[in-house]
């Protein structure tokens, strides 16, 4: 199954590191970086072909659109053109309280506080 992940997050270095795990773990994972959620749910919103499974990587505190504006916005479209998609909370934040207003979210798969391990990648890869 062709994997293809989305890794939006703020900071450029998290972006490049969690790509070359994503690679290393896969390497044929396509991954495409967004710097914030409003480009990243653009992108969502203008796939032209189907996607066999989408993986979105999501850090909560960006500018422009953060993770919580990200997905009270993707609640209001569709996404008809994706079969499987799964969305991941990847945060340098340990607030409690992040964690469980991520689980308010039926689309939030799991939460994970950065770094990630390569055991975490495997498992987000392999769900």
């Not at 773990?25 to 969502?44: H, K, M, P």
């Amino acid at each position: 199954m062709n994997k293809t992940v989305l890794i939006i997050d703020d900071d450029p270095i998290i972006r490049i590191i969690l790509q070359k795990m994503i690679q290393i773990v896969d390497a044929s994972a396509i991954c495409y970086q967004f710097e914030n959620g409003e480009v990243g749910l653009s992108y969502l919103k203008n796939l032209k072909s189907p996607l066999e499974h989408l993986i979105v990587l999501l850090d909560i505190n960006m500018p422009v659109l953060d993770a919580w504006g990200f997905l009270d916005e993707l609640q209001k479209i569709s996404l008809k053109s994706i079969d499987n998609l799964q969305f991941y909370i990847v945060t340098s934040s340990t607030d409690e309280s992040d964690r469980i207003k991520s689980q308010s979210y039926p689309a939030i798969i799991k939460f994970y506080t950065k770094p990630l391990s390569k055991q975490d990648v495997i498992d987000i890869l392999n769900s």
